[in-house]
């Protein structure tokens, strides 16, 4: 089927009335791009990011804009004349609701159900990991076959703080550890390790829709909820998922932003076993020197440092807890 994207510019005190008058003709599914929305939430969740892409910043630069899908049909065309019918008694009514212009695309489904899956190919990562997008067909040719479908959390493996993480996990992880994923939105690190050998994982992300997204993934590559355990939840602070994740982890993987990895660096090194390894990414480079000090801090050697295409991954070892004891 055919459909036909509609998008409405206004200005920032015209957003609720379009809204509104849309809704009153049944046309719902809207998609709001509002640039003080986009700096608002920037700025609310500065903990959770280090970097915005400047494109996407500026093409957020002034806009104010309404779009939805109509068919491309009788009924479809009926909707839109509706709208435009609405819109014109809007501009009439509220001339400070300008601009008011209605534009239209024609796209077939694919283009915008699935056009995003166009970008995501198989990849080789490291000397062991082929990463396949659920939707594409691949011969490992030896390597461990890992599958993957995003949906909409992070994670296919094409950022480079994601490979970082996983060239660091195939040297790493050995049979029978136990690994914590912190963050872990589509799941592929800990899908990873136990791919790799691992016994046992816990998985654990701030957005709910990681956890159905990653027992998916889980599932596309045959690992079951006996050894995978996914929960949504803030590992700082919520005391029930805490409990549940317990301790004693051989490897413990975060591949977040630089403030969550400082803020988690004390309480990691509760979570591992003497001697077990902390992988921390996501860390962009005008910080990478802040977090390592960080790290070390709170107890850590840095064994491994990674970096790709300005972004920064290291591989830490906790320090045995007689490590500063000086004998008599």
Same mark, same amino acid.
């Given at each position: 089927?055919?459909?036909?994207?509609?998008?409405?510019?206004?200005?920032?005190?015209?957003?609720?009335?379009? #809204?509104?008058?849309?809704? *009153?003709?049944? =046309?719902?599914?809207?998609?709001?791009?509002?640039? +003080?929305?986009?700096?608002?939430?920037?700025?609310?969740?500065?903990?959770?990011?280090?970097?915005?892409?400047?494109?996407?910043?500026?093409? !957020? /630069?002034?806009?104010?804009?309404?779009?939805?899908?109509?068919?491309?049909?009788? *009924?479809?065309?009926?909707?839109? +004349?509706?709208?435009?019918?609405?819109?014109?008694?809007?501009?009439?009514?509220?001339?400070?609701?300008?601009?008011?212009?209605?534009?239209?695309?024609?796209?077939?489904?694919?283009?915008?159900?699935?056009?995003?899956?166009? &970008?995501?190919?198989?990849? #080789?990562? @490291?000397?062991?990991?082929?990463?396949?997008?659920?939707?594409?067909?691949?011969?490992?040719?030896?390597?461990?076959?890992?599958?993957?479908?995003?949906?909409?959390?992070?994670?296919? @493996?094409?950022?480079?703080?994601?490979?970082?993480?996983? /060239?660091?996990?195939? %040297?790493?992880?050995?049979?029978? !550890?136990? !690994?914590?994923?912190?963050?872990?939105?589509?799941?592929?690190?800990?899908?990873?390790?136990?791919?790799?050998?691992?016994?046992?994982? &816990?998985?654990?992300?701030?957005?709910? %829709?990681?956890?159905?997204?990653?027992?998916?993934?889980?599932?596309?590559?045959? =690992?079951?909820?006996?050894?995978? /355990?996914?929960?949504?939840? $803030?590992?700082?602070?919520?005391?029930?998922?805490?409990?549940?994740?317990? *301790?004693?982890?051989?490897?413990?993987?975060? $591949?977040?932003?630089?403030?969550?990895?400082?803020?988690?660096?004390?309480?990691?090194?509760?979570?591992? %076993?003497?001697?077990?390894? &902390?992988?921390?990414?996501?860390? =962009?480079?005008?910080?990478?020197?802040?977090?390592?000090?960080?790290?070390? *801090?709170?107890?850590?050697? =840095?064994?491994?440092?990674?970096?790709?295409?300005?972004?920064?991954? &290291?591989?830490?070892?906790? #320090? %045995?807890?007689?490590?500063?004891?000086?004998?008599?």
């Amino acid at each position: 089927m055919k459909w036909l994207a509609l998008h409405i510019d206004t200005s920032p005190a015209g957003l609720e009335p379009v #809204e509104t008058a849309l809704s *009153a003709l049944g =046309i719902d599914g809207l998609v709001i791009e509002d640039e +003080a929305d986009f700096r608002r939430f920037l700025e609310q969740n500065r903990q959770y990011w280090d970097y915005v892409d400047e494109e996407l910043s500026q093409s !957020m /630069t002034g806009k104010c804009r309404i779009t939805f899908y109509a068919e491309d049909s009788e *009924a479809g065309f009926g909707q839109v +004349a509706a709208a435009r019918i609405a819109l014109a008694k809007l501009k009439s009514e509220h001339p400070e609701y300008a601009p008011l212009l209605m534009t239209v695309d024609g796209v077939e489904d694919a283009d915008w159900e699935n056009s995003w899956k166009a &970008f995501y190919k198989p990849m #080789e990562i @490291g000397e062991r990991l082929l990463v396949i997008p659920d939707w594409e067909e691949a011969d490992p040719h030896g390597r461990v076959a890992l599958r993957m479908n995003p949906g909409l959390t992070f994670g296919t @493996g094409s950022h480079a703080t994601t490979r970082l993480c996983l /060239t660091a996990l195939e %040297k790493t992880v050995r049979p029978g !550890m136990r !690994m914590l994923d912190l963050g872990c939105g589509s799941g592929i690190l800990s899908i990873a390790g136990l791919l790799l050998g691992a016994e046992s994982a &816990f998985a654990c992300d701030i957005d709910e %829709k990681a956890v159905n997204v990653a027992f998916e993934n889980a599932a596309l590559n045959g =690992i079951g909820r006996e050894r995978y /355990t996914v929960r949504a939840g $803030n590992v700082l602070t919520d005391t029930g998922l805490q409990k549940e994740m317990g *301790a004693g982890y051989d490897i413990v993987a975060a $591949n977040i932003v630089s403030d969550v990895i400082i803020a988690l660096a004390p309480a990691v090194g509760r979570l591992l %076993k003497e001697e077990g390894r &902390f992988l921390a990414s996501g860390i =962009i480079d005008e910080r990478a020197e802040e977090v390592r000090g960080a790290l070390e *801090a709170a107890g850590f050697i =840095i064994e491994e440092t990674g970096s790709s295409e300005g972004w920064y991954g &290291f591989l830490c070892r906790r #320090e %045995k807890e007689d490590a500063h004891v000086v004998s008599p």
